[in-house]
């Protein structure tokens, strides 16, 4: 019963994003040119997507991988509350995602993914997602999906913001930002700091989770001078810090695993826009460590980078583009200091039309001791009905992807293998949007085949080797709705989506023949999300729910060991009040408040019902 009771509470917010219609009033506005082009430019065919504003501000103190999987059909490989936390977009792997921190990819170098449990969310002023393959544009990884992410100096000047979190099992969260402006210098400081006990009780056990308590804690600085109108200097710098018990499986005891995470990002660029074009360029660093049981890992980074962009007749834009990573891998375990240099070129070009938009790029990556392809994207946007009532936009794309060995794969000692090829995709993807007064709906199918993937696998011996071994198809269908209308002071917006994914490997190892024609381990055949959304006032009320379906653990899938079914409602009741330039902002929330038993990686616990009480202060400007 209350099984149907929380699928029932699901679709009817899954039903809410098509039911609503208002009426819209239409103002004509004055076209005006912009020199800086967003990252929607060159990718025509595709769509690059904001995180709703809501969940930023009700997650702010949550990792970004529990946003994500919120707003997108996406699923996320977490190893428990709080740990190594992959994601897996359109069917890929962990691996096939890259993450972009102000245009700086940010996937580690020697593991090849991104660990999203040690991105906050608090780190960051924008996120966006680039669904589907994006190497041309994007570089190295990008099969599955982009995540770009940004800091700024966006706030007005004399802004500052405190937030406090209280949470269940011994959960705290502070973070604190100012911005201020002096004459042609602006800056912004955020610190943000994360502690938890996280010792849930375990629903198997009956039993509170030992060894899993964590903690981060990091600044990110932001700093810009304006030269002239047309002309700035940007520095961003981000250090994050977390340490962490790593929780042990179901039953396990005595666990003594602990890691910890250091790492330093920093990017500074000379922007100049001008009639001719926008130019852009700078360099940066990236310094990522690790301390498991005491042994320490380094990947330490380099970058150099350049572009120049120009538009003209209004309608055709081009960039080019290049980028160097100089990386020194200090690893014992390589038993050597290898270099490697990364170097990439790329051009891009856009024709606007009145009502189509065509985009073309192409990339040819260089890298030490690894032949890479060159990489074409193209796409296309195509008004194909415009009338007073509804739009109706289809979109189509194709392109080459690729992703390089990582360090790991290519120089661990005695087992690392230097030739190995880099792995390359071909994909494909279709898209129609209908727009109807308030009412937005987006269905898309994609398809992607990856060959030469590399994976670990015994030899002879039985020594774990990397090898270029298996070839995976990857198709699927996404749908996506959204409504939102006002009335007075009240106002209502609702948004769901749901994937279905099929991917499978076609090609494996001998000693993986049994996963040939089955579903890829973790990989959900299906997975949703909803969200609505209610103001009134100064009072809103947020509901947000999240399935995923059976998820195999053995190549084999057998059902036997498959990971159930599960669905998560969080909700959340706000209340705003204003004094002065004083505004204060108190959010309540419940989590999983149907008290879910479930895992997202096998034997790993994960939290029931819990709560959570966030007060935010915000200092307006004058």
């Not at 999906?145 to 011994?170: D, W």
């Not at 005695?414 to 109807?436: C, I, M, Q, W």
């Amino acid at each position: 019963m209350l099984m149907l009771l929380r699928s029932g509470i699901y679709f009817l917010l899954l039903s809410c994003a098509h039911l609503v219609y208002a009426q819209q009033d239409s103002i004509v506005l004055k076209p005006v040119t912009v020199y800086g082009l967003p990252d929607q430019k060159y990718l025509a065919g595709s769509a690059v997507i904001d995180i709703d504003s809501s969940l930023q501000k009700n997650y702010s103190s949550n990792h970004l991988g529990e946003v994500l999987s919120i707003q997108f059909p996406v699923y996320f490989r977490n190893y428990g509350n709080g740990m190594l936390s992959g994601i897996s977009m359109r069917g890929t792997s962990p691996q096939h995602t890259a993450v972009l921190w102000n245009g700086i990819n940010i996937n580690s170098f020697s593991l090849g993914q991104a660990d999203f449990s040690i991105l906050p969310m608090a780190a960051f002023d924008e996120v966006k997602v680039h669904p589907g393959g994006g190497s041309a544009r994007f570089g190295s990884g990008a099969f599955g999906g982009t995540v770009l992410l940004n800091s700024s100096v966006s706030a007005k000047p004399g802004l500052i913001s405190f937030r406090q979190e209280i949470g269940s099992f011994g959960r705290y969260f502070t973070s604190a930002r100012i911005a201020l402006e002096k004459g042609p210098l602006s800056a912004a400081t955020s610190f943000y700091r994360l502690q938890s006990q996280n010792d849930f009780k375990i629903d198997r056990t009956n039993e509170r989770q030992q060894h899993a308590s964590f903690t981060q804690q990091g600044i990110v600085q932001d700093i810009q001078y304006a030269v002239s109108s047309a002309k700035s200097i940007r520095l961003h710098y981000w250090y994050h810090d977390a340490d962490r018990d790593i929780q042990p499986t179901i039953g396990k005891y005595n666990s003594t695993d602990e890691q910890q995470d250091r790492n330093h990002r920093l990017s500074i660029s000379y922007q100049q826009n001008e009639p001719w074009g926008m130019l852009k360029a700078g360099g940066g660093m990236v310094d990522d460590v690790i301390v498991y049981n005491g042994s320490k890992t380094e990947i330490l980074r380099w970058i150099a980078f350049a572009n120049h962009q120009y538009t003209f007749a209004e309608q055709w834009h081009v960039q080019f583009s290049t980028d160097w990573n100089h990386i020194i891998g200090k690893i014992k375990e390589y038993g050597r200091e290898p270099v490697e240099d990364r170097i990439d070129i790329a051009s891009s070009v856009q024709k606007d039309f009145k009502k189509h938009s065509f985009s073309f790029n192409l990339r040819q990556p260089f890298i030490s001791q690894v032949d890479a392809p060159l990489l074409p994207y193209l796409g296309a946007t195509i008004l194909l009905l415009d009338k007073s009532e509804y739009r109706l936009i289809i979109t189509s794309n194709v392109s080459k992807n690729f992703r390089a060995p990582t360090l790991n794969d290519r120089y661990w000692q005695n087992v690392g293998k230097e030739d190995l090829k880099p792995e390359t995709s071909h994909a494909a993807e279709f898209g129609l949007t209908y727009d109807r007064m308030n009412v937005n709906f987006k269905g898309k199918g994609f398809y992607q085949l990856i060959d030469q993937w590399i994976q670990w696998i015994p030899d002879a011996n039985g020594t774990y080797r990397p090898q270029n071994v298996k070839q995976v198809k990857a198709r699927g269908l996404e749908v996506a709705m959204e409504s939102h209308w006002t009335a007075g002071k009240f106002s209502f917006n609702s948004k769901a989506s749901y994937q279905y994914t099929r991917s499978t490997a076609s090609k494996a190892a001998d000693v993986d023949a049994a996963s040939v024609g089955k579903q890829l381990i973790y990989t959900p055949l299906h997975t949703a999300n909803a969200l609505v959304s209610t103001k009134f006032k100064t009072w809103s009320v947020n509901v947000l729910a999240q399935y995923s379906g059976k998820r195999f653990t053995e190549a084999s899938n057998s059902n036997v060991y498959a990971l159930d079914p599960y669905i998560l409602v969080d909700v959340f009741l706000g209340k705003i009040f204003a004094i002065r330039r004083n505004e204060f902002d108190v959010q309540f929330a419940v989590k999983n408040i149907f008290n879910e038993v479930y895992q997202m990686y096998a034997s790993r616990a994960m939290p029931g019902r819990y709560v959570n009480l966030q007060i935010s202060y915000q200092l307006k400007s004058k």
